[in-house]
C-alpha cells in the first residue's frame, strides 16, 4: 500500500482529524490533531491491510517562530512493507501529547527521550521521567533557544580542543625521551688482501 493511499484510509476514517498528506521531499507526513494520535495509532496498527506494527522512531521538532514542537511519529509494518510518518503539533510553551506507549511499546523510551531533550510531555506514560538527563538537569538541550549552564554540580560542560591536548602529550613524550646512544666510532676497514704474484 502506498503512503498516498494509508492516508486516505486515515482521512476516510478520522475525517479532519488528519491533515493533508505533505509534498514528498524525503518522506511525506500528515499532521494529526493531538487529541486523536492514539486512536490513530491503533487504527493504523490493528486495521487489517494496513497493521503498522513498528514504531521506527518518536522524535520531535523545535519551531520557536511558530510557537510549536512537532513530535514526529515514523511507522511501519513488516508484513506489508509500507508506512507513514504522523506529525502532532504541540504548544511550544505547555507542550502535552497523548502516549502512544500503550500501542508500541517501543514508544516507552522515545517518549522519555523527547520529554529529556525537548520538554514534551506525554500524557499516560507509565513512567515519564528524564532518561538521558538527571533529575535536576535545567531546561531541555534540543530546543533551539537552549543555553549551557556552564557545567553540572561543578563538573565542567566544556574541554579543550582534544588535538592540542594530543599535541601536548606528544611533546612530553619526546622531552622524556633517554636520548639515543652516540653512533660507534668510525673504524679503518682492514686492508684487503694481496693479490698472489702472477707466474
Same mark, same amino acid.
Given at each position: 500500500?502506498?503512503?498516498?493511499?494509508?492516508?486516505?484510509?486515515?482521512?476516510?476514517?478520522?475525517?479532519?482529524?488528519?491533515?493533508?498528506?505533505?509534498?514528498?521531499?524525503?518522506?511525506?507526513?500528515?499532521?494529526?490533531?493531538?487529541?486523536?494520535?492514539?486512536?490513530?495509532? #491503533?487504527?493504523?496498527?490493528?486495521?487489517? +491491510?494496513?497493521?503498522?506494527?513498528?514504531?521506527? @522512531? *518518536?522524535?520531535? $521538532?523545535?519551531? &520557536?517562530?511558530?510557537?510549536?514542537?512537532?513530535?514526529?511519529?515514523?511507522?511501519?509494518?513488516?508484513?506489508?512493507?509500507?508506512?507513514?510518518?504522523?506529525?502532532?503539533?504541540?504548544?511550544?510553551?505547555?507542550?502535552?501529547?497523548?502516549?502512544?506507549?500503550?500501542?508500541?511499546?517501543?514508544?516507552?523510551?522515545?517518549? #522519555?527521550?523527547?520529554?529529556?531533550?525537548? +520538554?514534551?510531555?506525554?500524557?499516560?506514560?507509565? @513512567? *515519564?521521567?528524564? $532518561?538521558?538527563? &538527571?533529575?535536576?538537569?535545567?531546561?531541555?538541550?534540543?530546543?533551539?533557544?537552549?543555553?549551557?549552564?556552564?557545567?553540572?554540580?561543578?563538573?565542567?560542560?566544556?574541554?579543550?580542543?582534544?588535538?592540542?591536548?594530543?599535541?601536548?602529550?606528544?611533546?612530553?613524550?619526546?622531552?622524556?625521551?633517554?636520548?639515543?646512544?652516540?653512533?660507534?666510532?668510525?673504524?679503518?676497514?682492514?686492508?684487503?688482501?694481496?693479490?698472489?704474484?702472477?707466474?
Amino acid at each position: 500500500m502506498t503512503v498516498n493511499e494509508i492516508h486516505e484510509r486515515l482521512q476516510a476514517q478520522f475525517g479532519e482529524a488528519v491533515g493533508p498528506l505533505s509534498e514528498p521531499k524525503l518522506d511525506a507526513f500528515a499532521v494529526v490533531k493531538a487529541q486523536k494520535i492514539v486512536e490513530v495509532a #491503533r487504527f493504523l496498527k490493528e486495521t487489517p +491491510g494496513l497493521e503498522l506494527d513498528h514504531c521506527n @522512531d *518518536l522524535t520531535a $521538532l523545535d519551531w &520557536p517562530a511558530r510557537n510549536v514542537i512537532e513530535v514526529v511519529y515514523h511507522l511501519f509494518s513488516y508484513g506489508h512493507r509500507h508506512g507513514i510518518v504522523l506529525k502532532v503539533e504541540a504548544d511550544r510553551a505547555n507542550p502535552v501529547v497523548p502516549s502512544v506507549e500503550g500501542v508500541w511499546k517501543a514508544a516507552n523510551w522515545m517518549e #522519555r527521550e523527547c520529554y529529556d531533550m525537548f +520538554g514534551v510531555t506525554f500524557t499516560g506514560h507509565p @513512567d *515519564l521521567r528524564r $532518561l538521558l538527563l &538527571p533529575d535536576d538537569w535545567q531546561g531541555f538541550p534540543l530546543r533551539k533557544d537552549y543555553q549551557e549552564a556552564g557545567g553540572y554540580h561543578g563538573i565542567p560542560n566544556t574541554r579543550e580542543n582534544p588535538l592540542v591536548e594530543l599535541r601536548r602529550l606528544d611533546e612530553k613524550r619526546r622531552a622524556e625521551r633517554p636520548a639515543p646512544p652516540p653512533p660507534p666510532a668510525a673504524s679503518t676497514p682492514p686492508a684487503a688482501p694481496a693479490e698472489p704474484a702472477k707466474a
